[in-house]
T-cell receptor, first 110, second 112 residues
Framework: AQRVTQPEKLLSVFKGAPVELKCNYS??????LFWYVQYSRQRLQLLLR??SRESIKGFTADLNKGETSFHLKKPFAQEEDSAMYYC????????????FGKGTMLLVSP | ETGVTQSPTHLIKTRGQQVTLRCSSQ?????VSWYQQALGQGPQFIFQ???????GRGNFPPRFSGLQFPNYSSELNVNALELDDSALYLC???????????FGPGTRLTVT
């Protein structure tokens, strides 16, 4: 069965500092990886997906199949980046579903 | 474009009771997935509905059941509630062509 691991419950940085939220997965096939974000009092929303190879709100994430990782990075954190971040994996097995990590709370201080 | 909506927002039930949670999918989406999010955990997949049939199921007992209606809205039913069922229940909609899911605000269920 697939699994997603986010080793940090909380990551606290100062504004302008670089950010890296770690995500490792276990799955023998070729999964699709996502980062979801939940801002305070808002619903869970998609931040980015690896197949898009986009940069959203300054965040990027590269899928490293050798290390089975999909770390989320941003060179300069902003206070508005403070939120809960979830890494998720999807595999196509007749239906698509998401397997989530436990999440990392990012706190950006002024 | 209308987003995913869920009702009710909050619910308090007693152990042993039954509960029904509702979800309206985003316009143009025909697939609905339900997730349970316990405190401090990531969402956990319960089941998915497509074309009014259960299309996949996670590791949840049969007392968790669901329905999907012709307008693609969905219900999650939980029988014989247990204290551990206390959680945030999330509904997500998507199309059959993508793994990208759009989430509702959730229903907070408390079982006492």
């Amino acid at each position: 069965a697939q699994r997603v691991t986010q080793p940090e419950k909380l990551l606290s940085v100062f504004k302008g500092a670089p950010v890296e939220l770690k995500c490792n997965y276990s799955y023998s096939g070729s999964p699709e990886l996502f980062w979801y974000v939940q801002y305070s009092r808002q619903r869970l929303q998609l931040l980015l997906r690896h197949i898009s190879r986009e940069s959203i709100k300054g965040f990027t994430a590269d899928l490293n199949k050798g290390e089975t990782s999909f770390h989320l990075k941003k060179p300069f954190a902003q206070e508005e980046d403070s939120a809960m971040y979830y890494c998720a994996l999807s595999v196509n097995s007749g239906y698509s579903t998401l397997t989530f990590g436990k999440g990392t709370m990012l706190l950006v201080s002024p | 474009e209308t987003g995913v909506t869920q009702s009710p927002t909050h619910l308090i039930k007693t152990r042993g009771q039954q509960v029904t949670l509702r979800c309206s999918s985003q316009s143009g989406h025909n697939t609905v997935s339900w997730y349970q999010q316990a405190l401090g955990q990531g969402p956990q997949f319960i089941f998915q509905y497509y074309r009014e049939e259960e299309n996949g199921r996670g590791n949840f007992p049969p007392r968790f059941s669901g329905l999907q209606f012709p307008n693609y809205s969905s219900e999650l039913n939980v029988n014989a509630l247990e204290l551990d069922d206390s959680a945030l229940y999330l509904c997500a909609s998507s199309t059959q062509w993508t793994n990208e899911q759009y989430f509702g605000p959730g229903t907070r269920l408390t079982v006492t």
